[in-house]
């Protein structure tokens, strides 16, 4: 019996399938261990000695692989064929040597690029050993990662209160973000305008040139600044005459983009799809692994982690047969398209992504897959198919017209693309924007030399130039790619970080950065500029890429790293907390202190008048404030706009406008909770008057009227028809409400606190008061899991206002983001409450209910109790011993801790 490990349960499966009697599949679930989060994982004093910790979850399945290994012929390690796969496999080996599974079996590393029969079996014919090198890479990667990481955070936190953590690839992309968000705020707009004349042929056919030259001087794109300019050249064409002076059409060719590699398939599944990059990813691993098709588990695709664009020759065999059937002869290239990647410090040779078998078309396919898996597996058969066709013919023409009028000399021009054959264009158009396709298909009208044309009409466009637009994830992930960083297969992670550490946010699809992640950056471009560097990390990766083909040795790169970085670390332990916080006010000005319309100084206190506004720091982390505090006491959030790419105000403060009846400012904030509105600033320690915003009410679509309305609840929806007491609609901590005397009935998500009629709020409020009072914190929506399997009592998953959470007496464990409320399970929930309860001892001893005794048990305590009230005791020792009790839990916390 060989003994066969994977990663996945779905892989295993299938695999076992094809393999059959002879094979035992395990799955390994990812990996098995790694670095305890702890100091002194990585130890740079010993050589960096690496202490793994196995994970919990991998205890058993590990025991049950090193049970079948013991009885087993041989092992065979057949995790993914990339470096965290060659590392899966390195864990599992040192994990059985460490239970003494192996006795002598011959162990061999068998890699497969899709998971079909025929590929398993012919992997299974070529075996090889563990490749070191790769190996080498990981742990190098992993060491850099947490040194960084464990190194560097705690830096932060000590400096820069609110920071949650950095990381070696984290922090760079996070830079990006920032400095495309720093090149939008500083962006100055430029005036220019454009030329165009509509003109028409003796045909009458009509198209339009626009201006590219004045009396022998080039007019580029900038070059009319300003509307009087653009009112000489107009009026100049008006009475001009036209004429053709040459007239060229260049036949040109378009040639399809090669198959998907993991950065490209992230890209256009954002662009076409709409799919994050984590979720483009998860798709790809479903169908890898293998999806049931008529009673078989087939592997649909290859594998999805890769920087390959090269494709099997049986692949390119079949495709070219697909696109001869479907879409004839003509759409077959003579010769098969070889592709070579361009992506800097690429991976190892894997092919690109492909369908396993071109000729399972998405149409057949889709019944069995859900529609985002088939909407994914159409692009990219889509894209497979597409590479191998013939290239698309087209034709460019540029006609260039004269102008004359009054001795001035002015030159036109023309240009169109007409598609003479769509070759590969039939079937798939990359991601583009509108212009592009509509220059792509211009056609302009027959015309010859010499020819007269007639003037339509004379069009002066105002324009003005745009700043750039923030990033994507897609073009992110394209961006960093470009400059080396970091490792495709890790982008989707990578960007999952930012957005849990609240470093980033995405709005509209565009990553925003929040106030958080743009002091994290500015502090690291301060104190640690080098380690944010573009070229440093993408030379950092290039070593680690020159690791995996034996060229260096891992621990040479890592002593290289951790001298001059340890040195860095050390400059910063003198700092003072003041001193990073007046550094990043400097870096920041642009962004907190953007410069008034006024021209008044963006600094000045507006509630007194002559305080300096700066950058400050508190317990909820970083804020604006004044310097004659306490006297003055005004506060504002970092940003006081942030212009999107369409310069309108996307983010932090914005006024709306001024309050008819008060003569206040009335503006729009970003808060702790959320957006707010606010009606003037803070007078005399007094508070001024806020508002919470509905929920689904975006703060775009707040106009002054309805930030009025809202500022001026509670109002009177009327009175009650038995009562005759008013009914008040307002908003409170839990959302809109509304309100008859001590009853509080919340509105639905359909109901409006603006305009709630009398009806419905009665209506509301009858309900309310039919369900009555409440029971306490998590009452509504609770689910019970069960009993908790050593201490008893229930245990059961709630509501809260900060999320959902799991209690069992008197301990309440929040869930993690991950983990759905709906779908916990019991044993999640005793794992949380004890983690829970490990942190707070005292308070798990007072609220966890005691383990039922038998009946025998209690019989045995009640005699050994009247014994004790017979039999005298030393009064002193009993309460001794009470208090050395109480202590121990707190030591177990401490040595936990």
């Given at each position: ?8 349960p779905?892989k295993a499966?299938?695999?076992?399938k094809?393999?059959g ?5 395990f799955?390994s679930?990812?990996h ?12 740079p004093?010993?050589?960096?000695h690496?202490?793994?910790?196995v994970?919990p ?20 390690l057949a995790?993914?064929?990339?470096r965290?796969g ?7 080996l ?11 079996q011959?162990?061999?590393r068998?890699v497969?690029n899709?998971?079909?029969k025929q590929a398993?079996?012919?992997?299974m014919?070529?075996p090889r ?11 190098a990667?992993?060491?850099l990662d947490y ?11 000590r400096?820069?209160?609110g ?9 760079v992309?996070l ?14 707009r430029?005036?220019?305008?454009s030329?165009a ?5 003796p045909r ?5 040139a626009r201006?590219?030259?004045?009396d ?9 600044g ?9 009026s ?10 040459s007239?060229?059409?260049?036949p ?7 198959p ?8 256009e599944?954002s ?5 994050a990059?984590a ?8 169908l890898?692994?293998g999806?049931?098709i ?8 290859t ?14 065999a ?5 696109i ?6 003509r759409?077959?290239p003579?010769?098969p ?5 361009k ?14 078998d071109?000729s399972?078309?998405p149409k057949?396919v889709?019944r ?14 889509l894209?497979?198919v ?5 290239s698309?013919?087209?034709e ?8 004359t009028?009054?001795?001035r000399?002015?030159d036109?021009?023309a240009?169109?693309?007409?598609i ?7 079937l ?15 056609r ?10 007639a003037n ?15 990033f994507?994830?897609?073009s ?6 470009e400059?080396?960083?970091g490792?495709p297969?890790t982008?989707a992670s ?5 957005r849990d ?14 106030d ?9 471009e ?8 573009y070229d ?11 690791i ?5 040795e891992?621990k ?5 790293f ?10 910063t332990?003198?700092?003072?907390v003041?001193e ?7 870096m ?12 008044t100084?963006?600094r ?11 950058l400050?720091?508190?317990?909820f982390?970083?804020?604006?404030g ?8 005004y ?14 105000e996307?983010?932090g403060?914005?006024v ?6 008060t003569g206040?400012?009335v503006?729009l904030r ?5 957006a707010y509105?606010q009606?003037?600033e803070?007078?005399d ?9 509905p ?19 509670p109002r ?6 038995e009562?005759g007491?008013?009914?008040l ?12 005397g001590?009853?509080?009935?919340n509105?639905?998500?359909?109901d409006?606190?603006?305009?709630v009629?009398l009806?419905?709020a ?5 309900d309310?008061?039919?369900k009555?009072?409440?029971r306490g914190r ?17 245990i059961?998953?709630r509501p809260?206002?900060?999320g ?9 464990a929040t869930?993690?983001?991950?983990m759905?409320s ?7 929930a ?7 309860a490990a942190?707070?001892p ?21 005699t ?9 005791a030393?009064a002193?020792k009993?309460?001794a011993?009470?208090a050395?009790?109480?202590k121990a ?9």
């Amino acid at each position: 019996m060989q003994v066969v490990i994977v990663e996945s349960p779905a892989k295993a499966k299938t695999i076992n399938k094809y393999l059959g009697p002879g094979y035992e599949v395990f799955a390994s679930y990812g990996h098995v261990r790694d670095l305890p989060a702890k100091d002194g994982s990585v130890d740079p004093e010993h050589d960096f000695h690496m202490l793994w910790d196995v994970d919990p979850k991998s205890q058993k399945r590990l025991s049950d692989i090193a049970r079948a290994v013991k009885e087993a012929d041989g092992l065979i390690l057949a995790t993914d064929p990339d470096r965290e796969g060659e590392a899966i496999s390195w864990h599992v080996l040192e994990v059985l040597k460490e239970k003494r599974a192996l006795k002598g079996q011959p162990i061999s590393r068998v890699v497969f690029n899709a998971i079909t029969k025929q590929a398993v079996l012919e992997a299974m014919k070529h075996p090889r050993q563990i490749d070191g090198a790769l190996v080498d890479a990981y742990l190098a990667r992993r060491a850099l990662d947490y040194l960084v990481g464990f190194t560097l955070s705690p830096v932060l936190w000590r400096k820069l209160p609110g920071a949650r953590s950095a990381g070696r690839v984290q922090s760079v992309a996070l830079r990006l973000v920032c400095d495309r968000e720093r090149e939008i705020e500083t962006f100055v707009r430029r005036e220019y305008w454009s030329i165009a004349a509509q003109l028409a042929t003796p045909r009458n056919d009509v198209f339009e040139a626009r201006l590219v030259g004045a009396d022998g001087q080039k007019i580029t794109r900038l070059d009319v600044g300003t509307g009087e300019e653009a009112a000489a050249f107009r009026s100049a064409l008006e009475g001009a005459d036209y004429r053709v002076t040459s007239v060229e059409a260049k036949p040109g060719r378009r040639h399809p983009h090669p198959p998907f590699t993991t950065s490209t398939l992230q890209q256009e599944a954002s662009r076409k799809l709409g799919l994050a990059p984590a979720s483009t990813m998860r798709l790809a691993q479903r169908l890898y692994e293998g999806v049931d098709i008529g009673g078989e588990t087939v592997g649909l695709i290859t594998y999805m982690r890769t920087d390959g664009v090269d494709m099997a020759p049986e692949a390119v065999a079949d495709a070219r047969s697909v696109i001869g059937r479907e879409y004839g002869d003509r759409y077959v290239p003579s010769a098969p398209r070889k592709y070579t990647t361009k992506a800097k410090n690429a991976q190892e040779a894997h092919e690109a992504i492909r369908p396993t078998d071109v000729s399972r078309r998405p149409k057949d396919v889709a019944r069995h897959l859900e529609p985002e898996q088939a909407k994914l597996y159409e692009l990219i058969w889509l894209r497979t198919v597409a590479s191998q066709m013939e290239s698309a013919e087209l034709e460019r023409t540029t006609v260039d017209i004269a102008a004359t009028a009054g001795g001035r000399a002015l030159d036109l021009r023309a240009t169109g693309t007409v598609i003479k054959f769509d070759g590969f264009l039939t079937l798939y158009r990359e991601g583009r924007d509108d212009e592009e396709e509509d220059e792509e298909n211009r056609r302009l009208p027959a015309m010859a030399s010499g020819e007269a044309l007639a003037n339509k009409g004379i069009k002066a466009d105002q324009h003005f130039t745009e700043p750039p637009p923030r990033f994507s994830e897609a073009s992110l992930v394209k961006r960093m790619e470009e400059l080396g960083i970091g490792r495709p297969s890790t982008y989707a992670s990578v960007l999952a970080v930012l957005r849990d550490r609240e470093y980033v946010r995405l709005d509209k699809r565009r990553l925003v950065p929040e106030d958080k992640g743009r002091l994290v950056t500015a502090f690291l471009e301060s104190f640690f500029d080098r380690y944010v560097e573009y070229d440093f990390t993408a030379d950092l990766e290039e070593k680690l890429d020159r690791i995996s083909a034996g060229e260096l040795e891992w621990k040479d790169v890592l002593r290289d790293f951790w001298r001059d970085f340890t040195a860095a670390v050390g400059e910063t332990k003198d700092l003072r907390v003041s001193e990073v916080i007046s550094a990043l006010d400097g870096m920041l000005t642009a962004h907190i202190f953007p410069p008034k319309e006024d021209g008044t100084d963006a600094r000045l206190c507006p509630t007194c008048g002559t305080g300096r506004l700066s950058l400050k720091v508190g317990k909820f982390g970083a804020f604006i404030g004044c310097s004659n505090y306490p006297e003055c006491r005004y506060t504002r959030p970092l940003a006081v706009q942030s212009a999107d790419e369409n310069g309108t105000e996307a983010s932090g403060n914005r006024v709306i406008g001024t309050d008819p009846v008060t003569g206040l400012e009335v503006s729009l904030r970003d808060g702790r909770f959320g957006a707010y509105l606010q009606l003037g600033e803070a007078k005399d320690g007094e508070k001024p008057k806020r508002s919470s915003l509905p929920k689904g009410l975006a703060p775009a679509d707040v106009d002054l009227d309805k930030a009025l309305a809202l500022l001026s609840l509670p109002r009177e929806v009327g009175h009650h028809p038995e009562t005759g007491e008013p009914i008040l609609a307002s908003i409170g901590r839990f959302g809109p409400y509304v309100q008859h005397g001590k009853t509080y009935a919340n509105l639905e998500a359909d109901d409006d606190v603006l305009s709630v009629g009398l009806n419905r709020a009665v209506a509301l409020i009858a309900d309310k008061q039919n369900k009555g009072p409440g029971r306490g914190r998590g009452a509504a929506g609770g689910r019970e899991l069960g009993e908790h399997p050593t201490l008893g009592g229930m245990i059961s998953v709630r509501p809260g206002k900060f999320g959902a959470y799991v209690n069992h007496g008197k301990i309440n464990a929040t869930l993690p983001k991950d983990m759905d409320s709906a779908a916990v399970t019991l044993d999640e929930a005793v794992k949380l409450i004890e983690a829970k309860a490990a942190a707070s001892p005292a308070k798990a001893n007072r609220g966890t209910a005691k383990p039922k005794a038998p009946a025998k048990a209690k019989t045995a305590a009640k005699t050994a109790t009247d014994k004790a009230t017979t039999t005298k005791a030393p009064a002193k020792k009993a309460p001794a011993k009470k208090a050395a009790a109480k202590k121990a839990p707190a030591k177990r916390a401490a040595k936990a801790e």
